[in-house]
């Protein structure tokens, strides 16, 4: 058995390895796996339906729609579906940015 087909396995396994194998195999899932994960973070998860929304402002789904239906929050609408951009939230928090507000005073409008 190769190690990508150990990964394949799932579920709960019970394998006898020496220390070498076993480093051998923690070799291996950092090698193949350290690409995949940032390139999913970036790439994948990017656009998202309003769990995302949620996710990246921390606003309840109630106030998401609020924001959508005034558009003071940046969306898209394909089918009658609601989607949001993780970049475009980002930027449109980062863009109400003050810099002479005092901390006390830094909240999300």
């Given amino acids: 058995m190769n190690w990508s087909e150990l990964l394949e396995i799932g579920g709960k396994v019970k394998i006898e390895m020496t220390l070498e194998e076993l480093r051998s195999f923690a070799d291996y899932i950092i090698q193949n796996s350290t690409g995949n994960i940032s390139s999913k973070k970036s ?10 929304a949620m ?3 921390g606003y309840a789904k109630s106030t998401i729609y609020n924001m959508v239906s005034e558009n003071k929050i940046p969306y898209y609408r394909k ?11 980002i930027d449109h928090i980062k863009s109400g940015k003050n810099d002479n507000q005092d901390s006390s005073s830094n909240i999300l409008r």
Avoid: K, P
């Fill in 43 to 52: 790439n994948d998860f990017d656009i998202g339906g309003i769990e995302l």
């Fill in 55 to 57: 996710e990246v402002t």
């Fill in 79 to 89: 089918h009658g579906r609601l989607y949001f951009s993780r970049s475009d939230l």
